[in-house]
């Protein structure tokens, strides 16, 4: 079905963009031929560069919760003239069905939501029981609504070239270490998804004692909290790379890593879909939804009474399901894991 085009628009998270990958492998497998776009906000493109089913990035330029009908009408005008005969509609919201809308594309698919019945015409009902996971949510809009999910669901797989890892080592001026943790000590949704830095550099102390060479990788936000892994790590020197890469250098670096420590966060789904071991913290979420997808994801979680309780910072002010997970286990699921890996 040659020349057949379709466009996604795409999450304005970078967990949920990673985890959307297995519906755009199904798309292909369903559509041989098929020119798979995705609108999507500037801060998600480099993990959509990164996926080889996405042909072109159009860019989504407004900000969560924007309306700006006008813009958003004028922008839906300019897709039309890329004659796409399918769009998939990831977010939730009504907003983000109204460009396809405007677009005139023909078929308009996604989940029935904030009143959308008029903007999309392939609607799918959401049975959270039958698909307890988002990346299934996703990938059951390749089939026909009503359909049941064809399981297994495949994990996500992010690219990262020995040139591209190359080009990041350079860019940045630093050598490639003989052995590399990465750790990503951030998570936007708050405090009570996040490991605290006191144990990130405990078990920075012990990963230097045995050789190894510690990055803390996040965006700007995530900055602070790699300063004071940097001061209360009493051994190991972190580099705190929080804020000074490119999404796409946080990629390639990733990919360098032996293993990856992670809470919760982006991140993790991208350490996930590059395939690296991974050791992934919870605190106040649950794997039971958005886990990391990979089989070489080692999940630890204290599974207190009180948790996961969704909450931004603890309720109970104590922290308990993160302050009381010892550096000590972490290290001990970091080094199983490196010795199941393998060099990037």
């Known amino acids: 079905m040659g020349g057949f085009r379709a466009l996604i628009v795409a999450p304005a998270w970078i967990g949920d963009t990673v985890m959307a990958q297995p519906l755009f492998m199904r798309l292909h497998r369903a559509y041989p031929g098929l020119q798979l776009d995705a609108l999507a906000p500037p801060w998600v493109a480099p993990v959509l560069r990164r ?36 769009a998939y509609v990831l977010p939730n919201s009504a907003k983000s069905a109204l460009l396809p809308f405007f677009a005139g594309i023909p078929e308009r698919v996604g989940f029935t939501g904030e009143a959308r019945y008029g903007l999309l015409n392939r609607r799918h009902t959401l049975d959270e029981d039958a698909l307890p996971r988002m990346v299934e949510r996703f990938a059951q809009l390749a089939q026909a609504p009503g359909t049941p999910l064809a399981r297994p669901v495949e994990n996500p797989r992010l690219t990262s070239t020995e040139e591209q890892r190359a080009a990041t080592l350079g860019a940045l001026g630093i050598e490639r270490p003989k052995r590399v943790a990465a750790f990503c000590p951030g998570a936007e949704y708050g405090p009570a998804k996040r490991w605290p830095a006191r144990h990130f550099a405990a078990l920075a102390d012990a990963l230097a004692a045995r050789g190894y060479a510690v990055w803390l990788l996040g965006s700007p936000k995530d900055r602070p909290i790699g300063d004071e892994i940097v001061r209360l790590a009493a051994r190991a020197q972190p580099r705190n790379f929080c804020g000074a890469t490119a999404l796409a250098q946080a990629i390639d670096l990733i990919a360098v890593a032996d293993f990856v420590v992670c809470n919760d966060s982006g991140l993790m789904h991208v350490a996930a879909a590059l395939d690296r071991p991974l050791v992934a913290v919870y605190g106040s979420s649950s794997p039971g939804f958005t886990p990391p997808l990979s089989d070489r994801a080692t999940i630890l979680s204290l599974n207190l009474d009180c ?13 308990n399901c993160l302050n009381q997970l010892e550096p000590q286990r972490v290290l001990a699921a970091c080094l199983a894991a490196r010795a199941d890996g393998d060099a990037p």
Do not use: K, T
Request: proline fraction near 8%.
């Open 307 to 319: 948790s996961p309780c969704f909450q931004r910072e603890c309720p109970l002010g104590h922290l």
């Open 51 to 86: 996926m080889p089913e996405i042909a072109e990035i159009v860019d989504n330029p407004f900000a969560h919760g924007e309306l700006s009908l006008g813009a958003r009408f004028r922008l839906g005008r300019q897709l039309a003239r890329r004659h796409y005969r399918q």
